[in-house]
């Protein structure tokens, strides 16, 4: 008797306090107790509000009553059995039913016990995360850049990957399981140097690389890595994206190109502007001393005309290093420009310069002074020649 008031006490402790409603009914569906629990959760305003509503009637469709009834006759009990149920204002909640047969000292069914928990709200959850990530998943498939997710770094093995991943990779997702990301790289090396930044940026890179589709070809893809970590700090695995931008490498060079040719067209231009104005200066020189030179109505003297035929000779070697140069440059242009290097002394290359530039540079106090104690240099004597003058 005193094990028998103590279980009933637990039980009735239990009747009382938990939160899901707790029932005794007859099998016609009458009430023979609840717990407050039931009140609220059928918004109803007390106990004997409730009461004398049946069970049969608190279900959204007769037929789930109907259904849940052959089942707990014919196995003695239900377990999270889910039903729709109505409240007092016929607002909806779904409900787990666990219950089972009561029975008499003969053994006869006489009605049924059990509880009942609310897990509207657990619904709404599950269904808005599905919601969220049946759209999260369509966005990922929609988009066009490769996602794909990886063990930590450097084992690197695919754990998932996204439709663009198989257009951008050719390989299908099935395939991309099987692999590790560094299977992609075309150069082992560009491999290394990333997991060399993942080291240094804790865990966080983007960078251009090479990759090989799955039919040989190469194409250049920015690299996105990110490593995921545990509350401990540990890299769970790295999320990726990969965007193929070959497209935008080889147009981005034609427009380099192109600009390069803008500026080189622009160099020309502005070249030939020179040259017509270098060339006609010495032209100039050359043709006003040969006039005067050849005035019939003056008499030079030998001081003089050797003054005119100097600066004539002087502006004559002007031309023909222009010209000189000028044929370089066209040499240069057309990759027929060799180079004749050889093993000589400085003062060999500044010799035999050393004359036409003291005769240029008259004007001015210009000397080539070459240590002797400089070592042999290999070069191309005359090219150097030139860019001294120059």
Known sequence: EE?????????RAFFRTSRDCVFITSKEGEWIDFNDAAVELFGYKNRDELRKVRIPELYEKPEERKRH???IEQTGFTKDLAVNLQKKDGSIINALVTSVVVKDEKGKAIGYQGTIRDITERKRVEEALRDSEEKYKSLIESIKLGI??????????FLEANQAMEEITGYSRDELLQMNVADLYANPEERRFVLDELALSNGRVTKEVRFRKKDGTEMV??????????DAGRVLHFDGIIEDITERKRMEKELREAE????????RSQLL???????RTPLTSIKGFATTLLRQDVRWSEEEQRDFIQTINLEAERLTRLISDL????????????LERKKCQI???TDPISGSLASLAKRHRLQVIVPTELPPVFVDGVRIGQVITN
Not at 221 to 230: G, H, N
């Open 3 to 11: 094990t028998l008031r103590e279980s009933e006490k637990k039980y």
């Open 69 to 71: 009834t052959q089942i």
């Open 260 to 267: 390069a040719l803008r500026e080189l067209d622009r160099l």
């Open 347 to 349: 003062a060999e290359v």
């Open 221 to 230: 893809v920015l690299d996105r890595k990110t490593a995921v970590r545990d």
């Open 327 to 338: 044929l370089d440059m066209s040499h240069i242009e057309a990759g027929a420009l060799k």
């Open 148 to 157: 794909f997710r990886s063990t930590p770094e450097p084992d690197g093995r």
């Open 273 to 279: 502007a020179n040259v017509s104005h270098e060339l």
